[in-house]
């Protein structure tokens, strides 16, 4: 079975650091792009940040850009979202997805992680 499963989210105070991790289970991420997405209570899901699956080229959208990073481990299957100086907008749940490079569609989608940012 194909699953996309995301770890690493909880509660962290404004200003801290948080990392998650995004590993695939039953097929490899290489050549995939990857990408983060978040959820906050009656908004809409919004990019934050993904990765060629070529050469792993990173995106950052400019609401988390300077403070989120993305990278992808190909030998444990994993791609990260390295998040610092977190702050209350970025309460949310937090998906990771992946597509065949060259698709138009996300695929696979994993079943989220929760991140609250306290002050």
């Known amino acids: 079975q194909l699953s996309l499963v995301e770890s690493g989210g909880g509660t962290v105070q404004s200003g801290g650091s948080l990392r998650l991790s995004c590993q695939a289970s039953?097929?490899?991420?290489?050549?995939?792009?990857v990408a983060w997405f978040r959820q906050a209570p009656g908004k809409e899901r919004e990019g934050v940040s993904c990765?060629?699956?070529?050469?792993?080229?990173?995106t950052v959208q400019d609401i988390v850009k300077g403070r989120f990073t993305i990278s992808r481990d190909r030998a444990t299957n994993t791609v990260y979202l390295q998040m610092n100086n977190v702050k209350a907008e970025d309460t949310a749940v937090y998906y990771c997805?992946?597509?065949?490079?060259?698709?138009?569609?996300?695929?696979?989608w994993g079943q989220g992680t929760q991140v609250t940012v306290s002050s």
């Open positions: 990765i060629t699956g070529t050469d792993d080229t990173p």
């Open positions: 039953g097929f490899t991420l290489n050549m995939y792009a």
């Open positions: 997805a992946a597509k065949p490079t060259g698709s138009l569609k996300y695929d696979y």
